[in-house]
């Protein structure tokens, strides 16, 4: 089992950044790739960006790209989004996703554990 937990949303105004913070417990955290998705009120959960195992690999929807970023501290078992230039189309509940092995995916389906997500909200 792994145990992951968010941190860091909120309210921003647009252009505004956030760093959210997804920390892990359980098992050892560098042998899962990991992943951030968001989920907006009335629409599916959608990827945002993931992470190989030792971070060498990252990938982002063309949505975020350019304007997130994400990264990982093994050591520190934590997962990061730093978000910049934040939109109010950005307004979802974010959540950090832990699956074994190398490879990291796009789906949700294929990721093993979730954390309960942090509601990151943009308006002015």
């Known amino acids: 089992q792994v145990q992951l937990v968010e941190s860091g949303g909120g309210l921003v105004q647009p252009g505004g950044s956030l760093r959210l913070s997804c920390a892990a417990s359980g098992r050892t955290f560098s042998n899962y790739a990991m992943g951030w998705f968001r989920q907006a009120p009335g629409k599916e959960r959608e990827f945002v960006a993931a992470?190989?195992?030792?971070?060498?690999?990252?990938y982002y929807a063309d949505s975020v790209k350019g304007r997130f970023t994400i990264s990982r501290d093994n050591a520190k078992n934590t997962v990061y989004l730093q978000m910049n230039s934040l939109k109010p189309e950005d307004t979802a509940v974010y959540y950090c996703a832990a699956v074994s092995g190398s490879y990291y995916y796009i789906s949700p389906k294929l990721y093993d554990y979730w954390g309960q997500g942090t509601q990151v909200t943009v308006s002015s």
């Open positions: 992470i190989s195992r030792s971070g060498g690999s990252t």
